[in-house]
């Protein structure tokens, strides 16, 4: 135990750090090539921050531990909406955009809801897992042409003087951000599972909360970090393309190669609290296009009873 104590803080040291180099290239990348932060957010830090879902569902899925895979994705979007924008906002209030609202949040929610209406049947087969997949390219393709609109600012700001570094540079500091947070979430992962199982607590529950929380901690990292930096897009949109990552490319994937079972427990308390989650993050934000202290502390505290709640 002591030992997996240790690999647990130098996990949060490469946490820490990958984080906060991935923000500063991500965020230098979107103005150097004319891409909006939020969707620098929503997909090169999502994709980076959702890899580890991804590595610990398809090990799952290899091992026949549908329970573990579903519920590291499941776990994992609540604690991005309840616990990773709650603490965020609580360190640093943001301002949300009108079309981040009436665009990305609904398209989360609309992700969201699919898996739930897919795992009715009480599997998420390789035609649920094809659909998903395809959900993903489109999303993808709606963000390539947002990203356009950001063009004419970036012009105007080289028209002004401003210089920003080579694409090639924040790309690779991106590439350091990525290997530090898989990393840092690698060694706290595999601490916290030891220590779990060292306990006795079952796969669903070690897959909800435990590697839910592990895999979780890139999203908490770059979305504070970015926070603390007043990159308030990135933030946002690493929460809100994490969740559709996870479940368009992590579930949509992991059922391509093998069809996950989700059992009656999952479709009755932990999926409904997925979307209850989601669908929360939109009146806290529609009332004054802003996630402050009093929102952060309502979507921290609800995780918290979430939690408390399914440990006990």
């Not at 809801?113 to 998420?124: K, R």
């Amino acid at each position: 135990m002591i030992i997996a104590t240790i690999v647990l803080f130098v996990g949060l040291a490469f946490l820490y750090y990958g984080a906060e180099v991935l923000v500063r290239g991500s965020s230098r990348l979107a103005l150097s090539i004319g891409i909006r932060p939020l969707v620098i957010g929503m997909t090169v830090v999502a994709f980076a921050t959702s890899m580890p879902e991804m590595m610990v569902s398809l090990a799952a899925v290899f091992k026949n531990s549908s329970n573990l895979a579903a519920g590291n994705v499941i776990g994992s979007n609540i604690a991005n909406v309840g616990l990773i924008l709650g603490a965020t906002a609580l360190i640093a209030p943001m301002a949300v955009a009108r079309g981040t609202l009436v665009r990305e949040i609904p398209i989360m929610l609309a992700a969201s809801l699919a898996v739930f209406v897919m795992a009715l049947d009480g599997q998420l087969g390789r035609l649920d897992g094809l659909l998903l997949v395809t959900g993903l390219f489109a999303f993808l393709g709606y963000c390539y042409f947002s990203s356009r609109k950001a063009l004419a600012y970036v012009e105007a700001s080289t028209a002004e003087g401003e210089q920003h570094p080579h694409p090639g540079r924040n790309f690779f500091l991106i590439l350091i951000g990525i290997v530090g947070l898989g990393l840092g979430a690698e060694l706290m992962v595999r601490s916290a599972v030891f220590m779990a199982r060292h306990l006795g607590i079952s796969d669903l529950i070690i897959g909800v909360t435990v590697v839910a929380l592990g895999t979780s901690l890139p999203e908490l990292a770059a979305s504070t970090v970015s926070a603390c930096k007043g990159e308030a897009d990135l933030s946002v949109g690493n929460v809100i393309g994490s969740n559709i990552f996870n479940i368009l490319f992590v579930l949509g994937f992991c059922s391509l190669v093998r069809p996950i079972t989700i059992e009656s427990g999952i479709l009755s308390y932990e999926l409904p609290l997925m979307l209850f989650f989601s669908l929360a993050l939109w009146p806290l934000v529609q009332r004054r296009l802003r996630l402050g202290r009093t929102e952060g502390g309502l979507l921290l505290l609800s995780y918290f009873v979430f939690i408390t709640y399914y440990l006990l």
